[in-house]
């Protein structure tokens, strides 16, 4: 008998790239809370969004359109590196002797290393349309930083990056990469901003965080009318921008004849998570027959465990409680997570569409610490030959376990996972890794009592 012939990498040609976002808010009528004004503590209303995001974004932040048209403009430019490959996995279930399939979403092969140009494309494009002249940013581990500042040298914008200092320190030419484009990079907490002047003088070796970042980030987009903010996680639309992922993964499946029974991502803010996962969980939503059973599963740190022991609540989205109160899982804003290289897990919260997805049953959140994420990375490594970057790693960690369990309970499942970006900047922590210098910090519990009892003035949901 004659086997099919089944290929390692599977492609979409450029015509079959997605012409449309998915919108999954739209099929979460009744279960998604509004954003809170942080003065108020009322419903926020769009105008106010206004001083810090475009109108275009804004609108497609509370849309309740199922599908939204990519413009022209923008697929112009993903297709410089989209449709991205899916990739059989055959080195991995060798290695692991394992009778499950293992696929990867390979987002690596973006300009910037991640999936985060999905999104920075977009964002750059509306803010042009509507005559804004710089974007103002933070960035953890740098990815987004990087994206950003590509986009906006494509679509001639100004681009400021506050770039959390831990990261700044540990990846200079992240920093490189980012001028290179353009961009005006500035470690964070830094002394030109009133948020950052106050953490820098609270403590002068602070190692920064997302939160503090975004704080100062926030002040000088509404400090300057030419100048808005561009978030690269958390918010509806970013993680609407990045769907353009599991749609050409769930075509890609198609063309191999194969689903999923079970799918990883890994969870910062959860935008490569719910960019891949929510064209797979619409149709768990229609309940169609072939996702019966499938399993979703988001992984995060040990050192920032948002979905794992945070709670779900109003919180701000940074540390100084400039932003608008999100409904979400949450370690509390002045939570400072340990320096671990995940840089781009390092958020206290997360995206509030997948809060809600976590609270009705459908994501299954797991967590992992530092030294059991890079031993994966370097199985990845040794047996793919890419060098994964350290957040994406936490979604290998996973594969591995659940291909692992399939080998002993001898089945033949389907896993598929999100490789978000490569770990080409982050080759000091591979070192450190290397030469067993990695640190694994559990969070205290008494640590996260304290701040999360700071959320406790706060309106809260549920
Ligand atoms: C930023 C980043 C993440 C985490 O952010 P999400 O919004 O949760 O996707 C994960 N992987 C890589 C490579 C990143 O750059």
């Given amino acids: 008998m004659k086997s099919k012939y089944v290929p390692n990498r599977i492609y979409l040609s450029e015509r079959e790239i997605p012409k449309k976002w998915y919108n999954i808010a739209a099929d979460l ?43 022209e403009e923008i697929l112009k430019v993903y297709l410089k590196w989209r449709p991205t490959p899916l990739v059989r996995a055959r080195g991995l279930e060798e290695l692991l002797e394992t009778p499950a399939h293992i696929y990867f ?17 977009a964002q750059a494009y509306y803010n042009k349309l509507e005559g804004v002249k710089r974007l103002v940013t933070e960035t953890g581990a740098g990815q987004w930083g990087s994206a950003l500042s590509m986009a906006c040298n494509y679509f001639e914008l100004g681009c400021k990056v506050f770039m959390v200092r831990s990261s700044y320190d540990q990846k200079p030419y992240r920093r490189a990469m980012m001028q290179l484009w353009g961009a005006e990079v500035t470690a964070s907490p830094s002394e030109e901003t009133k948020a950052g002047k106050e953490l820098f003088e609270q403590n002068p070796d602070s190692p920064g965080s997302l939160g503090m970042a975004i704080s100062e980030a926030v002040e000088v987009a509404a400090s300057d009318p030419e100048t808005k903010y561009s978030l690269g996680s958390v918010l509806n639309h970013v993680l609407l921008h990045q769907t353009v992922i599991g749609e050409e993964t769930l075509k890609q499946l198609e063309k191999v004849d194969e689903y999923p029974d079970t799918l990883i991502g890994c969870v910062g803010g959860g935008s490569n998570f719910g960019g891949f996962s929510f064209p797979f969980i619409r149709e768990i939503l229609e309940e169609k027959a072939r996702a ?25 989205g940074d540390t100084a409680g400039l932003t608008p109160l999100l409904s979400m899982h949450t370690l509390g804003h002045a939570y400072v997570p340990a320096a671990i ?6 958020y206290h919260g997360v995206a509030p569409i997948v809060s809600v997805l976590v609270n009705s049953g459908m ?20 047996s793919e030959g890419i060098i994964p970057a350290p957040e994406s790693s936490h979604a290998i960690r996973a594969a591995i376990d659940e291909a692992l369990r399939a080998k002993s309970e001898g089945k033949k499942e389907v896993i598929v996972f999100n490789l978000s970006g490569h770990g080409h900047f982050d080759m000091s922590a591979y070192d450190d890794y290397m030469q067993g210098h ?16 700071q959320l406790r003035h706060q309106p809260v949901s549920e």
């Fill in 29 to 71: 009528k009744g279960k998604m809370l509004p954003p809170l004004d942080p003065q108020t503590q009322q419903p926020i209303s769009p105008d106010r969004l206004g001083a810090i995001f475009p109108q275009r974004l804004i609108e497609q932040e509370v849309s309740q359109e199922r599908f939204i048209k990519i413009p």
């Fill in 105 to 121: 979403k390979n987002e690596s092969v973006s300009p910037t290393g991640s999936h985060k140009s999905n999104t920075a494309i």
């Fill in 292 to 316: 019966k059973g499938m399993r979703v599963i988001a992984v995060e740190p040990t050192a920032c465990p948002t979905l794992t022991r945070g709670v779900y609540t109003y919180d701000y």
């Fill in 341 to 346: 290289h995940a840089g781009g897990l390092r």
């Fill in 363 to 382: 994501i299954h959140p797991v967590a992992y610490s530092q030294n059991e994420v890079f031993d994966a990375a370097v199985k990845f490594a040794k």
């Fill in 438 to 453: 990695l640190a694994d910090s559990t969070v205290d519990e008494d640590e996260l009592q304290k701040t999360l009892n």
